[in-house]
């Protein structure tokens, strides 16, 4: 089935030039009846579809893994209210489990996107994904290698550290990623993938590509 129509992408391309509550009041139930309530129901379907794929997730709502679309601005100097996209986070814990190696979507009027990893994991789940890629180094570099992923999520990403302690540092030559302070990789789609009746068949084949190397760090994190 087709979740979104034309009009989502219409209402999250025209909020970027008007992030204010004035505008956003006004346009309130356009964005409730194209934007909120038909992601609510997407995100409702690929939790059941994923969990139907045995990628089991527990048991969660959708309410639970979607992000509002509020910004927090108290700490930010930009203060648009609003974030230009919808968002959920298909993991254990919700939107709250961050470090758990689940499903991230994000879609908006310029792109939509899966991602899936640890973003800025805490110092203790650091340590131990490291301790994985000293003690199987070789693993991680085919697992990167992989064909499929290469072509459809490219690179693990996130920022660096210059330098770490022993024993850590004694593989850096052979594996660079032991720097990372972060661990995550997404697949870019063009936002008209949203309208097809198919999106989340596209979502879950692109998911399963990344699983081995899910599981790979979720091992580490056990």
């Known amino acids: 089935m ?3 129509t034309p009009e989502f992408l219409k209402f999250l391309r025209e909020l970027p030039a008007n992030n204010n509550r004035d505008w956003f009041q006004e346009n309130k139930k356009r964005y409730e009846k194209s934007v909120k309530f038909p992601f609510e129901q997407f995100i409702t379907d690929l939790i059941e579809a994923l969990t139907q794929e045995g990628l ?3 048991e969660l709502s959708a309410k639970e893994c979607i992000f509002r679309i509020n910004r ?3 700490f930010s100097q930009d203060k648009s ?3 230009i996209h919808v968002s959920a986070l298909i993991a254990p814990g ?3 489990g961050m470090n758990s190696f689940g499903a991230y979507v994000e879609l908006s009027g310029e792109h939509v996107r899966l991602y899936s990893g640890a973003y800025r994991p805490t110092s203790e789940l650091l340590v131990q994904i490291r301790q994985k890629i000293y003690e199987e180094p070789e693993r991680l570099q085919k ?3 992989d064909k499929k ?3 459809n999520f490219g690179e693990i990403r996130g920022e660096k550290n210059k330098r770490i302690n022993k024993p850590f540092s004694e593989i850096i030559e052979m594996q660079p990623l032991i720097l990372n302070k972060s661990f995550y990789y997404f697949k870019h789609y063009e936002p008209e993938i949203v309208l097809e009746k198919d999106l989340i068949q596209q979502i879950i084949k692109d ?5 081995p190397l899910n599981q790979y760090f979720e091992e580490a994190i056990k």
């Not at 998911?207 to 699983?211: A, D, E, G, P």
């Open 94 to 96: 919700g939107r709250k």
């Open 143 to 145: 697992l990167i290698s």
């Open 149 to 151: 992923f290469k072509e």
């Open 81 to 83: 209210p609003y974030k």
């Open 2 to 4: 087709s979740y979104f």
């Open 56 to 58: 089991a997730v527990g």
């Open 207 to 211: 998911y399963k590509i990344i699983q």
């Open 72 to 74: 927090d601005i108290r």
